[in-house]
Nanobody
């Protein structure tokens, strides 16, 4: 199974920025970021395909940017203008094969 290593989470004030990274142990077709807040369902934040097609949740459009470094099997999520409602555990996800990272906590608070 593909191994995923996430990094970059932390505590940031509203309006601040964070950059998440996900390193995969092999090439995959799709890489994406999901997030899950306490008591909520896990939801797609953004994903990127092998053809560099990107999709974003409406709540993050214009603020988040997903990118992918194919030679190094690494994906990034640049998060700007962060809001308290962005607070969640962010998970790296891949297809095919399917895999989930352990998650990294993002907290946006004053």
């Amino acid at each position: 199974q593909v191994q995923l290593v996430e990094s970059g989470g932390g505590l940031v004030q509203p309006g601040g920025s964070l950059k998440l990274s996900c390193a995969a142990s092999r090439n995959v077709y799709i890489m994406g970021w999901y997030r899950q807040a306490p008591g909520a369902q896990r939801e797609l934040v953004a994903d990127i395909t092998v053809t560099d097609r990107t999709n974003y949740a409406d709540s993050v459009k214009g603020r988040f940017t997903i990118s992918r470094d194919f030679p190094n099997n690494t994906m990034y999520l640049q998060m700007n203008s962060l809001k308290p409602e962005d607070t969640a555990v962010y998970y790296c996800h891949t297809e095919y094969p399917s895999a989930w990272g352990q998650g990294t906590q993002v907290t946006v608070s004053s």
